[in-house]
């Protein structure tokens, strides 16, 4: 069965660098996704792609964030300058159309020093 | 904001026991998912509840809608080691729409053999 992919599975950065978060969607998937879970708490919605635009973001997502579908297949999450907040797992998930499922990777783990 | 408050939130039980959990809203969601979560990997998808007062059963597990789609149940009969795991609701509010979903915090069950 088809699967999204995250790499890596686990980064650790200083506060301020930039980081790069990758993900290969399930190919015929229209819909991309970014969400973060930090330790213990909710899985929380970061940003929406469709149609090489962002669809929706969510007031996390804030100038320090970026997202990128350099080709086909990848989909990436920027974060530019990473505080020690931004340590979490992060989630990518892809849709096809209609109502159906988001189907999701099994995360990066980011760990901000 | 939309809140989806789940309990219990740990849940420890003998093999052979039958459980439920929770999943509750003050708001109206359009459709409601289970997620079922293993450590390291991503959220899985169990099923979809669409219509107030829907049923679905998947094997030994049984997914509730309430009737006015603010709330859902999870009932496992008959629990095995394998069921345990970290069971998460999420509630999409536009219809057939479910690219930014509202997360519970997730109940964590462990089935004691």
């Known amino acids: 069965e088809p699967e999204v992919t995250q790499t890596p599975s686990h980064q650790v950065t200083q506060m301020g660098q930039e980081v790069i978060l990758r993900c290969v969607p399930i190919?015929?998937?229209?819909?991309f996704y970014w969400y973060r879970q930090i330790l213990g708490q909710k899985v929380e919605f970061l940003v929406s792609?469709?149609?090489?635009?962002?669809?929706?973001k969510s007031e996390i997502f804030d100038d320090q964030f970026s997202v990128e579908r350099p080709d086909g297949s990848n989909f990436t999450l920027k974060i530019r300058s990473t505080k020690l907040e931004d340590s979490a797992m992060y989630f990518c998930?892809?849709?096809?159309?209609?109502?159906?499922?988001?189907?999701f990777g099994n995360g990066t783990r980011l760990t901000v020093t | 904001t939309q809140l989806l408050e789940q309990s219990p939130q740990f849940l420890s039980i003998q093999e052979g026991e039958n459980l439920t959990v929770y999943c509750n809203s003050s708001?109206?969601?359009?459709?409601l998912q289970w997620y079922r979560q293993e450590p390291g990997e991503g959220p899985v998808l169990l099923v979809t509840?669409?219509?107030g007062g829907e049923v679905k059963k998947l094997k030994r597990l049984t997914f509730q809608f309430g009737d006015a789609r603010k709330d859902s149940s999870l009932h496992i009969t008959a629990a095995q080691p394998g069921d345990t795991g970290l069971y998460l609701c999420?509630?999409?509010?536009?219809?057939?729409?479910?690219?930014?979903?509202?997360w519970g915090l997730g109940t964590s069950l462990a089935v004691n053999p």
């Open positions: 999420a509630g999409a509010k536009y219809a057939g729409n479910n690219r930014k979903l509202i």
């Open positions: 708001s109206v969601f359009s459709s």
């Open positions: 509840v669409v219509t």
């Open positions: 190919s015929n998937h229209l819909y």
């Open positions: 792609f469709y149609n090489n635009e962002i669809s929706e």
């Open positions: 998930a892809s849709r096809g159309q209609g109502g159906s499922p988001l189907h």
